[in-house]
């Protein structure tokens, strides 16, 4: 009986090893066909125009902590893989020398880089101040002409594929100064406060007072009554409760806890994997978020691979979210719920938090993030009536001048209008037609509500001032404004 099985069992096994050897002989797979191949394939351009992709480059085969392109907006192509693992390049002690070594030629260099695209003269608009009242809003523009160039009209005044030809573009993309590890970048002023977050490779690459005001203003949807509910303070774990207990819901409450409780990310946190000298409890959504709005702390978005391929995205204002569908420069997530989950902490990479975790919430938790962030309210705009339009005897002549100007010849009403002044749509505005280099594809818009609070500007920070906005829009719009005409939107956006 036994043997009777045996003898029928080798013969089963005989007929599937046949099976496989004709199968591979045929060239067919045992699971799935190959699918279909166009043969003798050909790419079209796409309308980029001829040589435009040929004149990208494949990535630099980096490791982690290594130096990077400023420049990475010349490259494109894939990666050799989407994962990411918990092991550091070298030693613990010879990951900390390496940075020691490195960091000061790196951030010397990110200095030059940055003057060279930008001059931080310290200009400010004399009487501008942001929400908080402390910081004066900055004049620009600031981004540098090209060389040749003597002025932005001038510049204006030449084709997409002219300024393309010539190399003029003021505006590329701005990169992630250390693109390997990349990673949360705190401003000077945050590093301050939370030394805990000063990193062993990389600073922040902007002035101070190109950014938000630190710590700013906090304004509550369900008590407008009593404007900035912090009176001036960072809110944190310590001392959430007691600014908030008897103004919130015990839901909210709890909602906010988790907002300011710090947890590992995939560099800041307990392992040797890390870029702070000390091990650290983390960060918390509110160490870029401050008070629900930004101190201007930038990362990369967790969404593209290669590596190297992420955009630099500067941290948006959570304020009036409540009004926004769409989350998240290029995922538009649909919401707030979603961002307490992991993927900004873990880079995209849920693997990272099995190594170093925990962070993953409960659904109802995250929930209740996404409820307080839900009450966080824009800055009060005095000017603007309940249509969101200037009250005539509170507004200059120049800032009545840019909003007809906004909503007519230079069509910024097109797509930002509402109460947010945005369309909660995601648009493609095609900048690549204005340098050879990898096509950023559509990104979402930005309200425009709040606006002054929130230097720098685009979603890679790559506009210091609303000035440089403006430029950046007069030209890839094509709008051929004046002066005098940019100059009263500019002023119009501040009102907002
Ligand atoms: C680097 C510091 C940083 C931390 C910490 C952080 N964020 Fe963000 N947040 C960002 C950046 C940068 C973006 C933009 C991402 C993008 O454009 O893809 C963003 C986007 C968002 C958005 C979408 C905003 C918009 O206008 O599209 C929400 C909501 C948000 N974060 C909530 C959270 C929550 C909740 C936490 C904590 C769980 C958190 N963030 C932690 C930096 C941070
Ligand atoms: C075709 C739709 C469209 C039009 C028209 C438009 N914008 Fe925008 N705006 C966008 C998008 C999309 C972004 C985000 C782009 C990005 O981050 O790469 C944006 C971003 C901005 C930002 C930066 C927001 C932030 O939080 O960083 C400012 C300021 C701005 N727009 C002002 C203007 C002005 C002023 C005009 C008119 C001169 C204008 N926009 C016209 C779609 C538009």
Redesign the pocket.
């Known amino acids: 009986m036994n043997r009777k099985r045996t003898t029928i069992l080798l013969i089963l096994v005989a007929f599937i090893l046949v099976g496989f050897k004709v199968v591979e002989e045929l060239g067919l797979h045992l699971l799935q066909s190959p699918g279909a191949v166009i043969e003798n394939y050909q790419e079209p351009d796409y309308g980029l125009g001829s040589g435009h992709v040929d004149s990208l480059m494949p990535y630099p085969d980096v490791k982690k902590g290594e130096r990077t392109p400023f420049d990475l907006w010349r490259y494109a192509g894939k990666g050799n893989t989407s994962f990411m693992n918990p092991e550091l390049p070298m030693s613990w002690d010879e990951w900390v020398a390496f940075h020691k070594k490195q960091k000061p030629e790196l951030m010397k260099d990110i200095r030059a880089y940055m003057n060279s695209r930008f001059d931080f003269n310290g200009e400010a608009y004399p009487n501008k101040f942001m929400s908080g009242g402390r910081n004066k809003i900055m004049r620009g523009p600031v981004s540098r002409l090209p060389k040749g160039i003597t002025s932005y009209e001038e510049l204006a005044s030449l084709s997409p594929e002219e300024i393309k030809e010539r190399d003029l573009f003021p505006f590329k993309p701005l990169a992630h100064p250390l693109a390997s590890t990349a990673h949360?970048v705190f401003p000077d002023n945050w590093n301050e406060a939370h030394p805990e977050h000063m990193r062993i490779d990389v600073d922040h690459d902007y002035p101070d007072e190109y950014l938000p005001e630190f710590p700013p203003p906090m304004f509550l949807s369900n008590h407008k009554e009593l404007g900035d509910v912090t009176k001036g303070q960072e809110v944190t774990i310590s001392n959430y409760y007691e600014i908030f207990n008897g103004l919130l819901t015990p839901e909210q409450m709890e909602g906010l806890k988790e907002?300011v409780r710090p947890t590992p990310?995939t560099w800041f946190n307990h392992t040797t994997h890390r870029v702070t000298l000390e091990a650290s409890a983390g960060?918390?959504?509110f160490?870029?978020?401050v008070n629900g709005h930004t101190n201007g702390?930038?990362?990369l978005?967790?969404?593209s691979r290669p590596h190297l391929a992420r955009l630099r995205?500067?941290?948006?204002?959570?304020r009036g979210?409540y009004n926004?569908m769409?989350?998240?420069?290029?995922?538009s997530?649909r919401s707030?719920d979603h961002?307490?989950e992991i993927e900004?902490?873990f880079d995209g990479d849920p693997g990272m938090m099995q190594h170093i975790g925990p962070r993953a919430h409960q659904k109802s938790v995250a929930n209740r993030?996404?409820d307080f962030?839900a009450m966080l309210d824009f800055p009060p705009a005095p000017k603007l009536d309940p249509l969101g339009k200037l009250i005539p005897a509170k507004a200059t002549e120049k800032e009545l001048l840019g909003e007809t100007l906004f909503w007519g010849k230079a069509k910024c009403g097109t797509c930002h209008y509402g109460p947010a002044f945005v369309d909660d749509q995601m648009y493609d505005l095609q900048v690549e037609r204005f340098y050879k280099g990898r096509p950023e594809g559509p990104i979402?818009n930005?309200p425009l509500r709040g606006i002054k609070d929130s230097p720098p500007y685009l979603?890679d920070d790559r506009l210091p001032t609303l000035d440089d906005a403006v430029e950046f829009f007069n030209l890839v719009l094509e709008l051929k404004l004046s002066e005098e005409e940019k100059d009263a939107i500019a002023e119009y956006l501040m009102c907002l």
Do not use: W
């Not at 995205?313 to 959570?318: E, I, L, Y």
């Not at 769409?326 to 995922?331: D, I």
């Open positions: 949360m907002l990310t960060v918390s959504c160490s870029c978020h702390a930038f990362e978005s967790p969404d995205v500067g941290t948006p204002s959570m979210n926004l769409q989350l998240g420069s290029k995922r997530i707030m961002f307490a900004e902490y993030m996404g962030n979402k930005f979603h």
